[in-house]
């Protein structure tokens, strides 16, 4: 069975940087493309980044482009998200998922979705 689980999550300043990570076990990790989504209180959740098997290719949602960075190492069966120059607005629980198939920017495209970690970003 497919088991999903992220960490890195924190309390940050505006400006500061965290990094996720999201471990998997139960699969070929290498199988798989992946995703990130994260969902503020009282919002829908958001496609964050996703990345191919591979790693060869990513995708971002406008709002964190130029800011956030997906990674992967395989040999680790982990996946990553570098936040840089973090916003009071990117405050949301932070998923990982498993991508399906179809568009990579549809939530109800992945599965297996982890627990998710807290990111809180202060001002």
């Known amino acids: 069975q497919v088991q999903l689980v992220e960490s890195g999550g924190g309390l940050v300043q505006a400006g500061g940087s965290l990094r996720l990570s999201c471990a998997a076990s139960?699969?070929?990790?290498?199988?798989?493309?992946m995703g990130w989504f994260r969902q503020a209180p009282g919002k829908e959740r958001e496609f964050v980044a996703a990345?191919?098997?591979?790693?060869?290719?990513?995708y971002y949602g406008d709002s964190v482009k130029g800011r956030f960075f997906i990674s992967r190492d395989n040999a680790k069966n982990t996946m990553y998200l570098q936040m840089n120059s973090l916003k009071p607005e990117d405050t949301a629980v932070y998923y990982c998922?498993?991508?399906?198939?179809?568009?990579?920017?549809?939530?109800?495209?992945?599965?297996?979705w982890g627990q998710g970690t807290q990111v809180t970003v202060s001002s």
């Open positions: 998922a498993v991508h399906r198939g179809g568009s990579r920017y549809v939530s109800r495209n992945y599965a297996y």
């Open positions: 139960g699969c070929t990790f290498s199988s798989y493309d």
């Open positions: 990345i191919s098997w591979s790693g060869s290719s990513t």
